[in-house]
């Protein structure tokens, strides 16, 4: 009895050997495991056919978020890994960036600090196309935003262009002191003189343009233009409407 457990022990120690010296390297060697190739930055339509050609399926999933200024058909990233050794037809997912943008309203940056609204523009993922200097007399107004280029609210979608005018403040002085210049477009000749009186500056030439249709000694014209930056006590010129 004793005689025939031993044979069967060697027999089985046997095939064990067998198996592990002789089937299991023929097994691996038949394409037990095989190596993820690497198809990042590939288009995703030539990666899935690499992926195919290794012996892979190819999956696609899409990046948590939008990331701008990347193509959404390149494979961003793989999982599994390149180089990594796995069964062959196993899952390999390929990562692609979203295709929409994602849409969101305009932030209100006026009265924010300029480092403020620098970084929600970059949380935001917009596009600051030109940052602005602009003299101001009030110490509170220096280093905040005073203006954007895209009004609050306005449906926008990452990168978007913005621009920013930011309050730089200077001693009120004369040399240094600045006005804006005030809309006096469609007023009558009075109205724009006095407006421009009151703003701090002065009416400087008048030039008559002939209308058949626009109402005579009206402004059409202002020089500086609108919403401009000068010295206190300097002239607008005026083109004014005659019926003759």
């Known amino acids: 009895m004793k005689k025939k457990v031993g044979v069967v022990i060697l027999l089985v120690l046997g095939v064990i050997g067998i198996f592990d010296k002789l089937i299991m390297p023929f097994y691996v060697s038949q394409g037990s495991v095989r190596v993820v190739p690497d198809v990042t930055e590939m288009p995703y339509e030539d990666a899935v056919r690499k992926l195919r050609h290794a012996g892979f399926e190819a999956k696609k999933s899409y990046y948590v978020k ?38 969101f309203p305009m932030p209100d940056f006026q009265g924010r600090p300029e480092f403020d609204a620098r970084q929600a523009a970059a949380r ?29 609210q306005t449906v926008v979608s990452s990168g978007s262009a913005l621009s920013l005018i930011i309050g730089r403040y200077q001693e ?14 469609g007023m009558s000749l009075s109205q724009a003189s006095q407006v421009i009186t009151e703003a701090g500056l002065n009416s400087g030439k008048i030039i008559t343009e002939y209308s058949a249709i626009l109402v005579p000694n009206t402004v059409i014209s202002q020089k500086p233009a609108v919403g401009s930056y000068v010295s206190p006590g300097q002239q607008v010129e005026l083109t004014v409407v005659t019926a003759e």
């Open 172 to 185: 009120s002085s004369e040399g240094l002191r600045k006005v804006v210049v005030p809309d006096v477009l």
């Open 124 to 152: 935001m993922e917009l596009t600051l196309e030109g940052v602005q200097m602009s003299p101001v007399t009030n110490p509170e107004d220096d280093g905040k935003v005073l203006s954007q280029s895209v009004p609050p």
């Open 66 to 103: 939008y990331l701008s200024g990347i193509d959404s058909n390149v494979v961003i990233s793989q999982m599994p890994e390149a180089g990594l050794e796995v069964k062959p037809g196993r899952n390999v997912y390929l990562v692609l960036n979203r295709r929409d943008k994602p849409t």
